[in-house]
């Protein structure tokens, strides 16, 4: 236990059969259970478990028969904590780059009952950028901006961790089938959580590469496909959150600036095709498709100061 709260360790793990153990045998004494979850690996990540379990009683397995991705393993180990009613859960994937000496600043915020969800952020020691790859540090950057107006947290950064714990409060309250399963979970989740009003923090750790684990991901495929995922929960979020649930006035303004920046759009291709064709600019043309998109800026910025404004509550109290 910890600080009186139990505390249970989900892992997913694909293909983590090099790192796996090490991760289970640097777990810290006062976790209460480790949930692996395997999410049908095909090299020996399964066996070196089982060889761990002989060792650790608090050591449990979930077998996935087919792979269902990061999200899905996740979500199959939130559903073993909720049904066995731990206090705290925390993530933390099964390639070894998670320091297990972070774990205890991250469960703090959430035992303390500062804040219903903790997730680690590479940022803040300033490290990031020369321990992490390149592509993948600037990525993660750019993600974590979008993220940023998606989720409506905008004191948070690096959205791409999976370092996190959650409490029962939060654990129970949101439908974790609705999450997105593959390298986008870690935003997703942060949408839904923002969508039921829960508090997250940010808290520093320590990133770690280079120990032995394979990266799959293509990061210049993932930018693309995670920036339609953000842009089609932008909209979902708007909905939930401030038209379904409660009113704002905010869902206007963005209305307003999408339709005019579209407007603009079309405006300035108008300007530019009469340019070519006559060698000329109207003058009117020209003034009337700036002022659509100054128009445009504006709803939007100040609809994101009235988002900022609707999630401050949001943010860990100090």
């Known amino acids: 236990m910890y600080k009186n709260q139990t505390i249970c360790v989900v892992v997913p793990a694909y293909n983590e059969a090099t790192q796996i153990g090490s991760v289970i045998e640097t777990m810290p004494e006062y976790v209460d259970a480790i949930m692996i979850v395997d999410d049908a690996s095909t090299d020996d990540t399964l066996s070196v478990v089982k060889t761990c379990q002989k060792k650790t009683a608090a050591l449990f397995l979930i077998g996935h028969k087919t792979n269902q991705g990061c999200g899905g393993a996740l979500v199959s180990g ?25 774990l205890e600043a991250l469960l703090n915020p959430v035992a303390d009952g500062t804040a219903d969800y903790s997730k680690g952020n590479r940022f803040f020691s300033g490290k990031a950028y020369e321990i992490m790859p390149k592509l993948r540090f ?76 394979v990266s799959g991901i293509k990061i210049k495929k993932v930018i693309f496909t995670l920036s339609w995922l953000l842009f089609k929960r932008f909209f979902w979020r708007l909905k939930e959150k401030y038209i379904i649930r409660d009113f704002h006035p905010l869902v206007f303004f963005y209305g307003l600036g999408i339709f005019l920046g579209g407007f603009s759009f079309l405006l300035f291709i108008r300007v530019f095709y009469i340019w070519v064709l006559t060698s000329h600019i109207p003058a009117i043309n020209a003034l009337a498709a700036f002022s659509s998109f100054m128009a445009s800026a504006q709803f939007s910025l100040f609809a994101m100061w009235f988002d900022m404004e609707a999630n401050k509550h949001l943010k860990m109290e100090q």
């Not at 705290?88 to 070894?96: A, E, L, N, P």
């Not at 439908?175 to 009003?197: A, E, F």
């Open 78 to 102: 939130y559903q073993w904590a909720k049904e066995n009613h731990y206090d705290i859960t925390v993530r933390m994937d099964g390639d070894g780059q998670m320091n297990p000496d972070d």
């Open 138 to 213: 600037f990525g993660t950057a750019f993600l974590s901006l979008l993220t940023k107006i998606v989720s409506g947290y905008w004191h948070v950064s690096d959205f791409q961790s999976g370092f996190t714990a959650i409490n029962k409060k939060a654990l129970h309250a949101i439908d974790w089938t609705q999450m997105y399963k593959g390298y986008g979970q870690p935003n997703d989740q942060l949408i839904l959580l923002n969508v039921h009003n829960f508090k997250v923090a940010d808290v520093p750790v320590d990133p770690i590469y280079n120990v032995g684990e």
